[in-house]
């Protein structure tokens, strides 16, 4: 069984800090010891190697990255731009997973890994906790085991992102922030002698077209006026009769027939459906009704499903797909003109949530059904038509 890596990522010269990193180290030597985990950080590089080439290789290849945030780390800059950055990275593209942990008080609402979850769960700081410090690294530990078994069962999940995105891994640390403001200025200055051009044509072009326009049409008055002067010097025939000769009417097949009726009976379902389907949505989305419960239940069961799958599975692309069908599922359910599609609608979401829930929360099977049939109900009471 190959081990799971778990990167420490400290301020490597600040002793505060390191106590904290060896306390957890200690609280982690059991399963160091049984080959289930590998401890890595700065203070174990060999020496004589580049300290950064071999910090920035074990960290692309690591599991967990535990990030020790304190006042010494923010003011590190390797830290926060290359360690910090790319395990913010690592975690964007589900490769590694990253908890941070609140060592000692500082703020850090602008870091890059501002967006990870924090350890103590209660937000407190670790060095503010006095006696309970032992037993708060003891939960932070078994935290850190329970993402051990998680990490071992995504293993293949998490490898296969490690491949694909292995060139952004080893070009982040070196990707600029923003060009510079001198080739900003001279790009902007090309763009507009671009478009002054496209501009200068685009006019001439409509210039010609006009005159083009204008002799057609002095043409077409002339050859008229010819015409009408030779049909006013003509002189009927005598033997000629006067009426004017109807054409015959054009008899049309039974299959054009059928093809236009088909066509036209198309169009106007289809416009009868959209009427019918912006009727219901102005009917959802008007006052109250859109602010309390139509707009609420489109984020709540759109991009909330998305988040719960993407802290379950933590995996981008299942949380991009939860998010496009729950999407057109709100769609489809408020802007349907039936009585028989809310129902399966429904039951899709109470369904979804149930599962969420159970993974979440672990309650009573009775609540959870209880639930499950609140969400049906609220779904069917959004959705029907006849309900209302």
Known sequence: MQP?????????????????????????????RNGEVIIWHVHKVPPGTNVRQEL?????????????????????????????????????????????????????????????????????????????????????????????????????????????????????HSMPVMAPVESLIKTRQTDDIKLNKLERKTDEVKNIKRTGELTRRKTNTRVKQKNQALTDSATPSEYGSTRKIKPLPRTRSRAKTRETLSTYKLRSTLINWLDGAGKEYKFLSKGNRGKFLFYPMILIDSFGMSAAILGWWNSLILAG????????????????????????????????????????????????????????????????????
């Not at 400290?10 to 200690?26: G, I």
């Not at 006042?71 to 908890?99: F, H, K, W």
């Not at 496009?324 to 003109?337: A, D, E, M, R, Y």
């Open 321 to 388: 797909l939860a998010l496009i069908i729950s999407l057109l599922s709100v769609v489809i359910g408020s802007v349907n003109t039936g009585n028989k599609l809310p129902i399966p609608l429904a039951l899709l979401y109470a369904g979804a949530w149930g599962l969420v829930i159970q993974h979440y929360l672990s309650w009573k099977p009775v609540v959870i059904i209880g639930i499950m049939a609140a969400i049906t109900f609220i779904h069917i009471l959004l959705f029907r038509k006849n309900s209302r």
């Open 4 to 32: 799971i890596k778990i990167f420490f990522s400290y301020s490597p010269n600040s002793n505060k800090d390191k106590r904290y990193v060896d306390a957890l180290e200690k609280q982690l030597a059991d399963q160091t």
């Open 56 to 172: 920035l290789k074990n960290l692309n290849s690591s599991d967990i990255i535990l990030i020790f945030m304190s006042p010494d780390y923010l003011a590190n800059d390797d830290c926060v731009d290359v360690e910090g950055a790319q395990a913010a990275t690592m975690q964007s593209l589900g490769i590694a997973t990253i908890r941070v942990l609140r060592i000692r008080p500082i703020d850090a609402s602008s870091a890059p890994f501002n967006f990870c979850v924090t350890l103590p769960t209660s937000g407190e700081f670790i060095s503010s906790l006095g006696y309970k410090k032992e037993e708060v690294l003891h939960n932070i530990a078994l935290d850190i085991s329970a993402l051990v078994k998680e990490a071992r069962n995504n293993r293949f999940v998490r490898e296969a992102n490690r491949r694909e995105y292995s060139p952004i891994l080893h070009q982040a």
